[in-house]
């Protein structure tokens, strides 16, 4: 069983950057595609509402990211560290939400949140005015 584990968020004020960090025990990240996700955590029912950041594909390829957020964020991955990172600069309090990663078991990134078999708990990115 793979466990996923986010970390990095913080409060933060608007401009600033930050990066966050994915992770897993019981498993090799490498053999996942890598999707980034937030969450108003105003939302209603767990597992719906994710909303789509960035996602990389298991050889760090093909980077995919939403088009509202291209300009200001960027994902990479480290497949020896085990490790995934999404940077995010110029922080706007509408980025303000849990940021959740996902892991797929196919070999792309995908948008839908339904595609990602493996999910952490999420890290909270606060981000003031």
């Known amino acids: 069983q793979v466990h996923v584990v986010e970390s990095g968020g913080g409060l933060v004020q608007a401009g600033d950057s930050l990066r966050l960090t994915c992770t897993a025990s019981g498993g090799n990240l490498g053999s996942f595609a890598i999707g980034w996700f937030r969450q108003d955590p105003g939302s209603q029912a767990p597992g719906k509402g994710r909303?789509?950041?960035?996602?990389?594909?298991?050889?760090?390829?093909?980077?995919l990211y939403a088009d509202s957020l291209r300009s200001r964020v960027t994902i990479s991955r480290d497949n020896t560290e085990n490790i995934v990172l999404l940077q995010i600069n110029n922080l706007e309090p509408e980025d303000t939400a849990i940021y959740y990663c996902g892991a797929s078991t196919y070999f792309s990134a995908s948008w839908r949140p339904e595609n990602y078999d493996y999910w952490g708990q999420g890290t909270q990115v606060t981000v003031s005015s």
């Open positions: 909303l789509f950041v960035a996602g990389i594909s298991r050889s760090g390829g093909s980077p």
